[in-house]
């Protein structure tokens, strides 16, 4: 049996953040030609960094591609590393911060990370029940 998820990852925040550098810098641009003479130089210097940083963070949205993940009977693969069930070490389910979910799966040499918050609803459930199913010896 093979079952094949997309990972595409969330860049809300990123468009966001790039949108509040980019009227950042309008704001400090407007600064820079209707303030005095000697603050001119500052306000562009600091329009030029938030510029940068809307670019940056404009460029990692359109940069970011979709994984696919593929469960197969006998391994796991994401973004061609593939770890094979029985090579698997330790399985961990991590809730961290601010709900944020993992499963990380180690193997001696290699760690997949696989994000809920990049998986359709109910995807990352799915998933988890899979490598524990396979996982039997590893406490997940």
Excluded at 2 to 17: D, E, K, N, Q, S
Excluded at 40 to 55: D, H, Y
Excluded at 84 to 98: A, L, P
Excluded at 101 to 107: F, G, I, M, P, R
Aim: with cysteine; charged share 20%.
């Amino acid at each position: 049996m093979t079952r094949r998820f997309i990972m595409r990852p969330r860049v809300g925040g990123l468009i966001a953040g790039g949108a509040g550098s980019a009227f950042l810098t309008v704001m400090l641009l407007y600064l820079a030609t209707h303030g005095p003479v000697g603050d001119r130089v500052f306000w562009l210097v600091l329009a030029a960094i938030t510029l940068a940083c809307a670019g940056i963070a404009m460029t990692m949205v359109v940069r970011r591609p979709a994984k696919e993940l593929v469960l197969t009977d006998k391994a796991i693969i994401l973004a061609n590393v593939a770890i094979r069930f029985e090579e698997v070490r330790m399985v961990i389910h991590d809730k961290r911060f601010y709900g944020y979910q993992a499963l990380e799966v180690l193997s001696a040499s290699q760690k997949l990370t696989i994000d809920k918050s990049h998986l359709r609803p109910g995807a990352f459930d799915e998933i988890h029940a899979l490598v524990k199913t396979r996982c039997k010896s590893i406490n997940v």
